[in-house]
């Protein structure tokens, strides 16, 4: 499982808000992630978080 932490620029505060109530996620495509149901809302977040993710270390976030 992985904190949600997110940046402070626009696309990151709407992750913040689709996450909204969730304090943890676990990593996407993780043996815990499988296991989750697919109407399970931490089943998308995991794809937030991966996004945003790779948004920062990519050199997309503004």
Do not use: K, N
């Not at 997110?6 to 296991?35: C, F, I, K, N, Q």
């Amino acid at each position: 499982m992985v904190a949600v932490v997110m940046g402070a620029d626009e696309t990151a505060s709407w992750a913040r808000e689709e996450l909204a109530g969730l304090t943890t996620v676990p990593e996407y495509g993780s043996e815990a992630w499988h296991g989750l149901e697919p109407s399970d809302p931490r089943r998308q977040a995991a794809l937030v978080v991966a996004a945003e993710r790779w948004r920062e270390r990519s050199g997309v976030a503004r």
